[in-house]
């Protein structure tokens, strides 16, 4: 079962990338490198399914919020305003 989520999130992986080399603006890029942070830390979670080792869902939750900065920083960076805006 978890060999199959593992295949289907690295065919998700492998849509991602694609969608960012050949990504016709920015913005669709920004968002293909949004969801494979997702599919990172999904990997990290179903790592800690599958081991039964808890450091997995401690890295998966570092990356999520790392993620999630680094959207908001470079959505505001396109958009051309400041960080303090």
Same mark, same amino acid.
């Given at each position: %079962?978890?060999?199959?989520?593992?295949?289907?999130?690295?065919?998700?992986? @492998? %849509?991602? *990338?694609?969608?960012?080399? /050949?990504?016709?603006?920015?913005? =669709?890029?920004?968002?293909?490198?949004?969801?494979?942070?997702?599919? *990172?830390?999904?990997?990290?979670?179903?790592?800690? $399914?599958?081991?039964?080792? =808890? @450091?997995? %869902?401690?890295?998966?939750?570092?990356?999520? *919020? $790392?993620? @999630?900065?680094?959207? *908001?920083?470079?959505?505001? @960076? $396109?958009?051309? /305003?400041?960080? =303090?805006?």
């Amino acid at each position: %079962m978890i060999e199959t989520a593992f295949l289907g999130l690295c065919a998700c992986c @492998f %849509m991602c *990338l694609y969608r960012i080399g /050949r990504g016709p603006n920015a913005p =669709d890029r920004t968002v293909a490198i949004d969801i494979l942070g997702v599919i *990172l830390v999904c990997f990290c979670g179903l790592l800690g $399914l599958q081991t039964g080792k =808890d @450091f997995y %869902m401690n890295i998966a939750l570092a990356w999520a *919020l $790392l993620s @999630f900065i680094g959207t *908001l920083a470079l959505a505001k @960076f $396109l958009e051309g /305003r400041g960080f =303090d805006e």
